[in-house]
């Protein structure tokens, strides 16, 4: 949430902010500021995308070589442009920006009240920068000692980039539990919540760890200490990470262009780790704790949103295959508990963006209770990725449509990959099919370009269904997760009421909502089920309900029943979820697309959810 982006060094700081804000943007849309220090910080902000900032900033003087800007989504105060950062403090020397959320900002607001300090925004952040002046002031600081002095005061999560105009020469950053990474480039330096703005002018980047507070010269120069203010010294790590990645390609938007990627995404993810033909798989974090994996007593999944639908879907997988008894945690729910946690317990942690707060907060706790944490995560290095005993990057590139689509097909390749090598370890499945399974999922790709063929059909379904306010999204098995996330793209980017439920659940309430205006889309492409599955549509249909099924290649009794059918080429029923999915996230982008939705930037989400 929030996206940050500093520069200090030789060239106009104006035009890399700019566009740094505009690849940041997914992280949150609800204002835009940036701040140029030359002679004196010029600040401007505004409420909405990065496109209203730019508005106000035509023709104005820009010019100048440090500066900072900010894309924010909203957690204290509505989106407006007071409450837009950067934020200024009383004296007019500092501005900050800031992604994360300041706990105990009402008590520090307080107390600066009493010293006379005033307010105009409702943010936690403008406590932040007045309350970093006080120190400063009080103590007769430098910026950098003001910065770590105050940071021992507070209480919360953030990532922050502080100027002062005492001393334009620097910059100064700081990082507890959001992302902040420096790139290095010659005589200048950059700091960001991600290494998107970065990748243009350099490859060399320094992860800025917890705790930390890094100052920026403007002859190229850092240094780190952490809140104890003893030096640390961080690694410059070499990012592969391709400018053509996080641009459109042509495509319209980011989240078709990543649904349409899933066929090289999904092989990626397996590159390296499979040879159905020489009959192997592997993934090299899984390889050294292979001992303790296999006597793990329990799997414990735990994730939030799509990611968590991954998970769920991996239970099945890891019970059906490798026979270990497997839980699923929402992330939210695991951290507060006080959960039963073992030593010989596998936590396993989904995440994308790897940087998700309360998935992160999950797995401290139970890393604390010595169980061994295993991360399956995109983003290179971050949080999460680092806080893990072991891990498989799922390398499905950069995400950037706030709605999850290629990360989820990725996550399932290497979750299926891991339960059938557990399964075979533990010799709980045959060779033979753990060569058929390893055949099916190196087909997978093909498969999957199958379906995107099938994009006009899938368009003229939406076109439809577009006008609905509600639907159900019904399946079995390994596809009632499926439901659920083909739901969840619904409701996140088109804002129709969307539910997914196990279909057999749908007698025992949902039923009542059906009736000739309610799309039902029901995932029949599981071969255990069918029978049921055919039960519940007809059940529907009986109830005057709309019908659209996924169903595999060359299906009759639901073709007959359905009034609009989707085909899908047919796979091993725990390779399913990689099929029937795509349909689902083709049919909610069409959708939101007819409804004239925002379907990158749905409103009031962001992509990484770096606050609980
Ligand atoms: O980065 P993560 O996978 O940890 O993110 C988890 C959720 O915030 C994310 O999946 C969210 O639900 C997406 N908007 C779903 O499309």
């Known amino acids: ?335 507060y508990r006080n959960p039963i946690i073992k030593t010989n317990d596998f936590i396993i942690a989904l995440s994308q963006s790897g940087e998700t707060a309360d998935t992160l907060a999950a797995i401290k706790m139970a890393k604390d209770r010595g169980a061994l944490i295993y991360g399956i995560v995109n983003v290179v290095g971050s949080s999460i990725a680092r806080e893990t005993h072991a891990g498989s990057y799922i390398h499905a590139g950069p995400e950037i449509g706030v709605a999850s689509t290629k990360a989820f097909t990725s996550q399932l390749t290497v979750l299926s990959l891991m339960a059938i090598i557990l399964g075979y370890e533990k010799g709980m499945i045959s060779q033979g099919y753990y060569r058929q399974l390893l055949t099916e999922l190196e087909s997978i790709p093909a498969k999957v370009e199958r379906i995107l063929k099938v994009d006009d059909h899938i368009k003229y379904i939406a076109s439809e269904i577009k006008d609905a306010n509600n639907s159900l999204y019904l399946g079995r098995g390994y596809n009632f997760p499926v439901a659920l996330e083909g739901a969840l793209k619904l409701k996140e980017i088109s804002y129709i009421h969307a539910e997914g439920y196990p279909a057999a659940e749908m007698k025992h309430g949902p039923i009542a909502l059906i009736d000739m205006h309610m799309p039902i889309v029901v995932i029949a492409t599981n071969k255990r089920y069918y029978d049921k599955v055919v039960s519940n549509i007809e059940e529907v249909k009986a109830r005057k309900g709309i019908i659209i099924a996924v169903v595999t290649e060359g299906d009759t009794a639901i073709k007959a029943l359905a009034d609009f059918v989707i085909e899908v080429p047919t796979t091993e029923d725990p390779l399913s979820p990689l099929l029937s999915v795509i349909p689902l996230q083709m049919l909610a982008y069409h959708i939101a697309v007819m409804r004239d939705c925002n379907v990158d930037q749905p409103r009031n989400l962001a992509k990484s959810v770096t606050v609980e």
């Open 1 to 335: 949430m929030c996206g940050i982006v500093a520069y200090i060094g030789e060239r106009q700081a104006s035009p890399i902010i700019m566009e740094g804000l505009k690849r940041l943007e997914y992280r949150g849309y609800d204002s835009a500021g940036i701040s140029i220090y030359h002679d004196k910080i010029k600040t401007f902000k505004k409420q909405g995308k990065v496109l209203e900032l730019e508005k106000i900033i035509e023709g104005e003087d820009l010019q100048g070589t440090v500066g900072f800007g900010h894309t924010r989504w909203a957690t204290h105060g509505p989106p407006n442009d007071v409450n837009a950062h950067p934020h200024t403090s009383n004296s007019g020397d500092i501005v900050l920006i800031h992604n994360g959320i300041i706990e105990n900002y009402a008590s520090l607001k307080a107390a600066l009240m009493d010293l006379g300090y005033s307010f105009t925004s409702e943010t936690d952040t403008e406590v932040l920068v007045n309350l970093i002046e006080e120190v400063q002031k009080s103590r007769n600081l430098t910026i950098g000692e003001a910065v770590r002095q105050s940071l021992n005061m507070v209480v919360g999560a953030y990532a922050i980039v502080v100027i002062d105009a005492k001393e334009p020469d620097k910059i100064i950053g700081a990082k507890n539990s959001s992302p902040l990474v420096c790139g290095v480039g010659e005589n200048e330096l950059f700091l960001a919540s991600d290494a998107t703005p970065i990748v243009k002018y350099t490859d060399k980047v320094i992860y800025i760890k917890e705790d930390e507070v890094i100052t920026l010269c403007d002859d190229g120069t850092y240094s780190i200490v952490n809140l104890e203010n003893e030096v640390t010294e961080n690694p410059i790590e070499h990012i592969d990470l391709k400018l053509e990645s996080i641009e459109k390609a042509g495509f319209e938007h980011f989240m078709l262009k990543e649904i349409y990627q899933q066929p090289i995404t999904i092989a990626e993810s397996m590159r390296g780790r499979i040879n159905a033909a020489e009959g192997w798989a592997k993934l090299g974090g899984m390889a050294e704790y292979m001992n303790r994996i296999k006597q793990a007593d329990r799997i414990i999944l735990t994730a939030c949103g799509t990611s968590w639908h991954s998970a769920l879907i991996a239970e099945y997988l890891f019970e059906e295959l490798a026979r270990i008894p497997t839980e699923v945690e929402y992330a939210s729910e695991f951290r």
